[in-house]
């Protein structure tokens, strides 16, 4: 279907990125990202693989019906007999942090990466699971992809510069079978964005999954990125 008039349909903002060819929806708390011709999408960060791409036909940019509607909380039912497709929507709220972003000081992005590692993994040991081990290299990614949206004034999973998440944990040698990302932009301190990212279902999917051993968290003027992998 075209993008335009079921993501509209749906109550979403709809951003296309021509230098990586990427659609992105964004409802409420929820993020999805498709890049054309690709046979996964993002949502919130986590790789989710499509039974269709998203392509173009006749200058119309065409996404998979059922992935995008149940990625942003519809429900799909088809009726065979009368070759009719029903969407319903709870309609779904925006958000917004409405904070500033903290003071970038020298100490600032190692510190405060430490702390939101050590609030998640509170989380974690509250939900009954492990903690996660934090990882240089992986927090590396994390700190080059914060500061990535920040010089560059974007904010989203997918990077004009490095691409997917995926496609940056790839170009800087992460091996994973599981991975995923959450990003936040304007939250004051640690606590502040974690905060955020447990009371948003699919950041906090993320937070608390159980396929997930490994974090690397980024920090760079006001931008938070937290990674993922098994």
């Known amino acids: 279907m ?8 749906l109550g979403a903002e709809v951003r296309w990125t021509a230098a990586t060819r990427t659609v992105t929806a964004v409802k409420g ?29 006749s200058g119309r940019t065409m996404v998979p019906l059922r992935f995008v509607s149940e990625a942003l909380g519809a429900s799909v039912q088809w009726d065979a007999r009368t070759s009719t497709v029903t969407i319903r929507s709870d309609g779904g709220s925006d958000g917004d942090s409405g904070g500033q972003p903290a003071p970038q000081t020298p100490d600032t992005e190692s510190a405060w990466a430490a702390q939101v590692v050590s609030l998640v993994n509170e989380a974690r040991s509250q939900a009954g699971l492990s903690a ?24 989203d999973h997918d990077s004009p510069t490095h691409g997917s998440p995926f496609e940056m944990m790839d170009a800087y040698g992460i ?24 009371n948003s ?8 999954s159980d396929n997930f051993t490994t974090i690397g968290v980024g920090y760079y003027n006001g931008h938070w990125v937290q990674m993922f992998t098994d």
């Open 29 to 57: 708390d929820t993020t999805v990202s498709l890049r054309i011709g690709q046979s996964t999408a993002s949502v919130n960060g986590q790789s989710v693989r499509l039974d269709a791409p998203a392509v173009v036909a």
């Open 201 to 208: 279902p699919g950041h906090r999917a993320n937070i608390l």
């Open 132 to 155: 996660l081990s934090s990882d240089s290299a992986l927090a590396r990614v994390a700190f080059d992809k914060a500061k990535d949206m920040a010089d560059n004034d974007y904010f």
């Open 2 to 9: 075209p993008l335009r008039g079921i993501f509209e349909a």
């Open 175 to 198: 091996s994973y079978g599981y991975a995923g990302e959450n990003i936040a932009k304007g939250q004051r301190t640690p606590q502040e964005v974690v905060d955020a990212w447990m």
